[in-house]
């Protein structure tokens, strides 16, 4: 125990002597660090949201008015057995109705169904098919529409009418998704690796500065791990201080900003939003880690003992 704090007394003291590399330290791990508070909630409920979208995209196969019961579940008993197809839902011509009436009156828009003659209904019944996955969703409706005697796609059944999906939009979902994933990993990969050299960069100069101290060190036979310590200490101390930091910053934002829009702003109040609490302790780690690995990358290429 007299060692450890003798570690942290050394690395407390050397930081105080290098204030000025120091506190660039804390500042660049701060930034990081509260850069990264933002962008993974921002990743994680882009992600949750994406994935919620994804799961309401569909096939829906139209039927003609004229289907009778018998060939629509002989014709759903067909499309269950497909492969890759996760549900299949009827709906029929009075659900569909409803369900344009729902939206409409949601959506605060006059319900032009009432303009119907008599109890006409032109929307015809479906089935929503589901494919287990967004990128099979191709190969569900070419088994809905195979390849017929003269080449062309063929309805596996007289009463299908048409076969829609939503093929652009899975396409644009996958390349937006794709897009903020892989922007938001190389801003935080950036973030990260700038604050890997501005850390060693500290612990560089604290070298330099105590580099007769080091040579006493040696001489009086200190082992290696024994004058890489302080160096660590201090390192780890920019960046539990720098993410602390980060994380009062963003304890603050929290309750000034997020926590009185979420009840407007769906993305902020998404189930999938993580916890701040975890987000606390996951930022912290990182900052640690990063001044860790930081420190230690330094010590190893200047400390050869």
């Given at each position: 125990?007299?060692?450890?704090?003798?570690?942290?007394?050394?690395?407390?003291?050397?930081?105080?002597?290098?204030?000025?590399?120091?506190?660039?330290?804390?500042?660049?791990?701060?930034?990081?660090?509260?850069?990264?508070?933002?962008?993974?909630?921002?990743?994680?409920?882009?992600?949750?949201?994406?994935?919620?979208?994804?799961?309401?995209?569909?096939?829906?196969?139209?039927?003609?008015?004229?289907?009778?019961?018998?060939?629509?579940?002989?014709?759903?008993?067909?499309?269950?057995?497909?492969?890759?197809?996760?549900?299949?839902?009827?709906?029929?011509?009075?659900?569909?109705?409803?369900?344009?009436?729902?939206?409409?009156?949601?959506?605060?828009?006059?319900?032009?169904?009432?303009?119907?003659?008599?109890?006409?209904?032109?929307?015809?019944?479906?089935?929503?098919?589901?494919?287990?996955?967004?990128?099979?969703?191709e190969a569900v409706r070419?088994?809905?529409?195979?390849?017929?005697?003269?080449?062309?796609?063929?309805?596996?059944?007289?009463?299908?009418?048409?076969?829609?999906?939503?093929?652009?939009?899975?396409?644009?979902?996958?390349?937006?998704?794709?897009?903020?994933?892989?922007?938001?990993?190389?801003?935080?990969?950036?973030?990260?690796?700038?604050?890997?050299l501005l850390v060693g960069?500290?612990?560089?100069?604290?070298?330099?500065?105590?580099?007769?101290?080091?040579?006493?060190?040696?001489?009086?036979?200190?082992?290696?791990?024994?004058?890489?310590?302080?160096?660590?200490?201090?390192?780890?101390?920019?960046?539990?201080?720098?993410?602390?930091?980060?994380?009062?910053?963003?304890?603050?934002?929290?309750?000034?900003?997020?926590?009185?829009?979420?009840?407007?702003?769906?993305?902020?109040?998404?189930?999938?939003?993580?916890?701040?609490?975890?987000?606390?302790?996951?930022?912290?780690?990182?900052?640690?880690?990063?001044?860790?690995?930081?420190?230690?990358?330094?010590?190893?290429?200047?400390?050869?003992?």
């Amino acid at each position: 125990m007299g060692r450890v704090i003798f570690f942290i007394r050394e690395g407390a003291r050397a930081l105080r002597r290098s204030a000025a590399p120091g506190i660039a330290s804390i500042v660049t791990v701060a930034v990081t660090v509260l850069l990264l508070g933002v962008l993974i909630p921002v990743l994680q409920t882009t992600s949750g949201k994406a994935d919620e979208v994804r799961e309401q995209v569909g096939l829906r196969v139209f039927l003609f008015d004229d289907a009778s019961p018998e060939e629509i579940n002989t014709l759903q008993t067909q499309i269950q057995e497909i492969r890759n197809v996760e549900s299949v839902e009827f709906v029929s011509k009075a659900q569909a109705l409803k369900i344009l009436r729902d939206r409409l009156d949601a959506e605060n828009k006059e319900d032009l169904t009432e303009q119907l003659p008599g109890a006409s209904n032109p929307l015809p019944a479906s089935f929503n098919v589901k494919p287990d996955d967004l990128d099979n969703m191709e190969a569900v409706r070419s088994a809905l529409t195979p390849p017929g005697a003269d080449g062309k796609p063929a309805p596996i059944s007289p009463i299908i009418d048409e076969v829609a999906d939503s093929r652009d939009e899975a396409t644009s979902i996958r390349t937006v998704t794709g897009a903020v994933k892989w922007f938001l990993l190389v801003i935080a990969a950036l973030l990260l690796a700038a604050s890997l050299l501005l850390v060693g960069n500290t612990i560089r100069l604290s070298i330099y500065a105590r580099r007769r101290e080091v040579e006493v060190m040696r001489l009086v036979g200190a082992t290696n791990w024994f004058i890489r310590w302080p160096f660590m200490v201090e390192g780890l101390i920019c960046g539990f201080i720098g993410g602390a930091i980060a994380v009062a910053v963003l304890f603050l934002g929290k309750e000034a900003v997020v926590d009185p829009l979420a009840d407007s702003i769906n993305l902020i109040r998404g189930e999938d939003t993580i916890a701040f609490a975890t987000l606390i302790a996951i930022l912290l780690g990182v900052a640690m880690a990063v001044s860790a690995v930081g420190s230690g990358l330094t010590l190893r290429r200047f400390l050869r003992v």
